[in-house]
C-alpha cells in the first residue's frame, strides 16, 4: 500500500522560505509512472494546487505561485520536496503531498493517494 | 475565485441521489480528464472518480461520473449519512499548464 507523509515546521515567520517534505513507502519515486505533486488548503477555503514534479527534475507550477516556488527530488531518500519562499499570512495553510496519475507530457489523471497533511502557519 | 465552478453546496435525504456539477472551458474540462475528491476535514483528500468516469479499486459503484463538453458531473446513489463531506472537481488546464480545482461542494445527508 502506498503512503505519503508530509514533514515540516508548523510555524515560520513572514518573508521567511518554507521547507516542506514528503516521504513515500510503498512506491518507488523513480519508478517514471507517476508525477508528485504539492496541494495547499488555506483556513476555510477551496484546494489550491502548487505544482508536480517528475523523477528526472521536470516541473510544472502554479502561475500564482512560480516565482515562490521549488520543487526537489532526493531519489535516494525516495522523497520530494517543496521550497516556498517570501512568505505571507496567505501562505497559512494544510500542505498536502500526493501521488499524480497522469498521461501525456503531464496531464492529470487523478491524485492518489494523498498524505494527511501538514499545517503551517505564517505569523511572526 | 477556482478556475472550474461548483455550487457551494448540495443536499438531499439518505437513500437519495445527487448530483454534483463542475463547469469549466475548453482549455480544461473540454480538452483533458476530469477527477473527484472526497474531503472529510482533517483527513487526506480521497480521490473517488478519475479519467471522467473510473473508479478506484475501494471506491462503491454508487459514485459515478461523467463528463460532457465542458462540465462534469459527479452522482450519488443510495446516498448514506458517512458520506456528508466536501467535494472537489479537478481537471488539467492545458492552456495554464497547470491542475485546476473547483471550489468544492458541501454534501449534506439531510
Known amino acids: 500500500q502506498v503512503h505519503l507523509q508530509e514533514s515540516g515546521p508548523g510555524l515560520a515567520k513572514p518573508s521567511e522560505t518554507l521547507s516542506l517534505t514528503c516521504t513515500v513507502s510503498g512506491d518507488s519515486i523513480s519508478s517514471g509512472d507517476y508525477f508528485w505533486s504539492w496541494i495547499r488548503q488555506p483556513p476555510g477555503k477551496g484546494l489550491e494546487w502548487i505544482g508536480n514534479?517528475?523523477?528526472?527534475?521536470?516541473?510544472f507550477y502554479s502561475p500564482s505561485l512560480k516565482s515562490r516556488v521549488i520543487m526537489s527530488i532526493d531519489a535516494s531518500g525516495n522523497q520530494f520536496s517543496l521550497t516556498l519562499t517570501s512568505l505571507t499570512a496567505a501562505d497559512t495553510a494544510l500542505y498536502y503531498c500526493?501521488?499524480?496519475?497522469?498521461?501525456?507530457?503531464?496531464?492529470?489523471?487523478?491524485?492518489?493517494?494523498w498524505g494527511q497533511g501538514t499545517l503551517v502557519t505564517v505569523s511572526s | 475565485q477556482s478556475v472550474l465552478t461548483q455550487p457551494p453546496s448540495v443536499s438531499a435525504a439518505p437513500g437519495q441521489r445527487v448530483t454534483i456539477s463542475c463547469s469549466g472551458s475548453?482549455?480544461?474540462?473540454?480538452?483533458?480528464?476530469v477527477s473527484w475528491y472526497q474531503h472529510f476535514p482533517g483527513t487526506a483528500p480521497k480521490l473517488v472518480i478519475y479519467?471522467?468516469?473510473k473508479r478506484p479499486s475501494g471506491i462503491p459503484d454508487r459514485f459515478s461520473g461523467s463528463k460532457s463538453g465542458t462540465s462534469a458531473t459527479l452522482a450519488i446513489t443510495g446516498l448514506q449519512t458517512g458520506d456528508e463531506a466536501d467535494f472537489y472537481c479537478g481537471t488539467w488546464d492545458t492552456s495554464l499548464l497547470s491542475v485546476v480545482f473547483g471550489g468544492g461542494t458541501k454534501l449534506t445527508v439531510l
Open positions: 479519467d471522467n468516469y
Open positions: 514534479i517528475y523523477y528526472r527534475g521536470n516541473t
Open positions: 475548453t482549455s480544461n474540462i473540454g480538452d483533458n480528464y
Open positions: 500526493a501521488r499524480v496519475k497522469y498521461y501525456g507530457t503531464g496531464a492529470l489523471r487523478g491524485l492518489d493517494p
